[in-house]
């Protein structure tokens, strides 16, 4: 991997327990295994004051209403930017779990505009590839039993972001994959794909 090249952005989609977080890490011990760089964020991150009040919406601390919520996770990606772009400049790779499309796939469930949240995120760094890790909302629900926040409980809402995501997968850029399978064969698809985005642009 070459030093002096833009590097890749990354992101990972899909319902909570697609496996996202476990496909992101091990697409970045690859990168870091062929001998280059590689940087994993998690959205939203809730180590920032924006994180917090997230947080506290999601965990009814809070009484917020879906616009409020996705201008706070629209927000919580802008605090990073300027992370992202030193390293997509520096040639790292970015990896990201949950990026722009989220908030388009929960706020169009909510019955948001889908227009105007991709406005309100046209100055973030572009992903050169966006990876759909396809469950059913009953997967996601039988694979986290307790603990889940407001929008986890809510399969009808759950239903309605999978319909989003899986009309968003269709533009180009995106790979759909089927989240239901074993891991393996989940990261040889994920690697194929990261593979075809990596060659010599």
């Not at 169009?108 to 309100?120: C, I, N, S, V």
């Not at 790979?175 to 642009?201: K, M, N």
């Amino acid at each position: 991997m070459s030093g002096d090249a833009r590097g890749l952005l990354i992101a990972f989609e899909g319902l909570d327990q697609s496996g996202k977080q476990t496909q992101a890490e091990r697409l970045q011990a690859v990168v870091e295994a062929l001998g280059g760089r590689c940087q994993l964020l998690s959205f939203p991150a809730y180590d920032t004051h924006i994180g917090a009040e997230i947080h506290g919406g999601l965990h009814g601390l809070r009484d917020y209403g879906p616009e409020v919520m996705q201008l706070l996770y629209v927000a919580n990606r802008y605090e990073h930017k300027p992370r992202i772009e030193h390293w997509l400049g520096e040639g790292t790779t970015v990896v990201c779990d949950r990026y722009i499309a989220s908030s388009i796939a929960y706020g169009e469930a909510h019955g948001l505009d889908p227009d105007w949240l991709a406005e309100a995120q046209r100055y973030l760094p572009r992903p050169d590839l966006t990876i759909l890790l396809d469950i059913a909302p009953e997967t996601a629900a039988s694979r986290k039993a307790a603990n889940r926040d407001k929008y986890e409980r809510d399969l009808a809402l759950l239903a309605r972001v999978r319909d989003s995501y899986r009309r968003q997968a269709q533009q180009p850029g995106w790979v759909r994959l089927d989240g239901t399978r074993p891991r393996d064969v989940v990261t040889a698809d994920v690697l194929t794909a990261f593979e075809s985005r990596r060659a010599p642009r």
